[in-house]
Nanobody
C-alpha cells in the first residue's frame, strides 16, 4: 500500500493563500485520480477537489470553486492544491488521497490516504 505525504499547511490570515503538496512514498503506483479532502473539528470529512492523473480533468466542491486550484506535476509525481482567498471556514486538516477509479468526489473510491496537514485561518 502506498503512503501519501502532504505538506504546505500552516497558519494564514483570512484572504491569504497557501499551496499544499502531496507526494507518494513510491515512484510508480496505480492511480487514476488524486484528490483533496478536508475535515474541520466536529465535522465530517468532505470532498474538496480531484484531478485525473493522466488527462488533468478536475472537479471541485462548490464551496472552493474559483478560489482553489488542483494540479499535478507528473514529472515530480506530485499533486498540488493552491488555495487563495482563504476564509476561517476553510480551516481544517487537509488530506490527500489516491484513487484507481475515474475522477470523482466519493471518499470510498479513494484507496490510499495521507495523514493530513493542518490549515489554520485567522480572522
Amino acid at each position: 500500500q502506498v503512503q501519501l505525504f502532504e505538506s504546505g499547511g500552516g497558519l494564514v490570515q483570512a484572504g491569504g493563500s497557501l499551496k499544499l503538496a502531496c507526494a507518494p512514498s513510491i515512484r510508480t503506483f496505480s492511480r487514476v485520480a488524486m484528490g483533496w479532502f478536508r475535515q474541520a473539528p466536529g465535522k465530517e470529512r468532505e470532498f474538496v477537489a480531484a484531478i485525473s492523473w493522466n488527462a488533468g480533468n478536475t472537479t471541485y466542491a462548490d464551496s472552493v470553486k474559483g478560489r482553489f486550484t488542483i494540479s499535478r506535476d507528473k514529472a515530480a509525481n506530485t499533486v498540488y492544491l493552491q488555495m487563495n482567498s482563504l476564509q476561517p471556514e476553510d480551516a481544517a486538516i487537509y488530506y490527500c488521497a489516491a484513487s484507481r477509479l475515474p475522477v470523482g468526489r466519493i471518499q470510498a473510491d479513494f484507496a490510499d490516504w495521507g495523514r493530513g496537514t493542518q490549515v489554520t485561518v485567522s480572522s
